[in-house]
């Protein structure tokens, strides 16, 4: 038994949804641009092995700054799925609310069903 479509979306808390949509927005936006720019930096600033090999208190340094910018990315990634995880969470319950209704519809048009069966043989 299929259910329409406007039953499936008046189900869905759009308030929550639309009051969650820019936090989500606006950390996808930030990773991306943070993987954009590293990738970037990446490809265009190659290390030089000499230099590095040259001075270990330098390679070292770069190589502390380039953990925290993953540590930094993660974070951020972490916080995002997080935010992501609520969102999904919050749609899963409302498709359960409106599975469970949709059940109940259900089980009363049967009832009707079978009462007008029953009144057109009385």
């Known amino acids: 038994m299929a ?3 406007s039953a499936l979306f008046s189900a869905i808390p759009w308030s929550d949804v639309i009051a969650h949509a ?9 990773l991306w641009q ?7 930096e990446s490809t265009t600033t190659p290390v030089a092995p000499d230099a590095a090999a040259a001075d270990p208190d330098a390679r070292f340094g770069t190589i502390n700054s ?6 930094a990315r993660q974070q951020d990634s972490a916080e995002l799925l997080a935010a992501l995880a609520a969102q999904n969470a919050e749609l899963v319950r409302a498709a359960e609310a409106l599975r469970r209704r949709v059940q ?3 089980g009363g048009l049967l009832l009707l069903a079978v009462a ?6 009385r």
């Not at 007008?116 to 043989?121: N, P, Q, R």
């Open 22 to 30: 820019p936090t989500v927005a606006k950390g996808a936006r930030k």
């Open 116 to 121: 007008f069966v029953a009144s057109l043989f």
């Open 34 to 40: 943070k993987v954009g720019k590293h990738h970037d």
């Open 3 to 5: 259910a329409p479509w």
């Open 66 to 71: 380039r953990l925290a910018e993953v540590e």
């Open 104 to 106: 109940i519809l259900g």
